[in-house]
């Protein structure tokens, strides 16, 4: 291959590299516009999907201007275990999302199957008690000697009947026949 030739080679692929180098450029700049004018464009047109701490979503379906005072119980029957709620009592607005724990431990030094069945006061509360997670919809199986923490976490329903001001959850534990030391 000629001088000549190889250099007019080098000369275009400098272009090339130039012209590359330049493309480059120009995408990462126009990628990194893109966020604010984006954010324009949606504005422009009303369709602002941006969440900002001055924007953030609010559960306006919490009614603050009423409280409901959670008295929370715990039972077993004819079960050698130690249940207790961690606090005895909350104050909920209805609407909002609330989450409470109990402290299980067997007592025994063998396993323990059991089932939580929960209880409301007054009765007519419970259609209006909303569990989203809860101990009670498994059964729990505890080893020997063991403790453990585990949530309940709820709301209660805004269309509670105003004259509703307490409402006492109350969870019972039985062993279940059959099933000692199942995991």
């Not at 080679?9 to 012209?19: H, I």
């Not at 004018?37 to 009303?46: R, S």
């Not at 104050?91 to 909002?96: D, I, K, W």
């Not at 309940?152 to 062993?175: C, H, K, M, Q, R």
Request: charged share 20%.
């Amino acid at each position: 291959m000629s001088e000549a030739r190889r250099e007019e080679r080098t000369r275009e692929n400098r272009r090339t590299l130039a012209k590359l180098s330049v493309v480059a450029v120009a995408m990462f700049g126009f990628a990194f516009a893109m966020v604010p004018f984006y954010e324009k464009l949606c504005q422009a047109l009303g369709v602002n999907n941006f969440i900002t701490p001055d924007t953030a979503y609010v559960n306006t379906q919490v009614d603050l201007t009423r409280s409901v005072t959670i008295e929370l119980d715990a039972n077993t029957h004819d079960l050698a275990w130690r249940f207790r709620p961690m606090v005895r009592h909350l104050t909920v607005h209805p609407g909002e999302l609330a989450q409470v724990e109990y402290e299980i431990a067997n007592v025994r030094e063998t396993p323990v199957t059991a089932q939580a069945v929960p209880s409301y006061g007054p009765q007519r509360a419970g259609q209006y008690f909303r569990k989203l997670e809860c101990f009670c919809f498994t059964q729990q199986t505890l080893a020997g000697g063991e403790t453990r923490r585990m949530p309940v976490v709820f709301l209660i329903d805004p269309a509670l009947p105003g004259d509703v001001n307490t409402i006492t959850l109350s969870y019972t534990f039985f062993e279940v026949p059959g099933a000692k030391g199942k995991s």
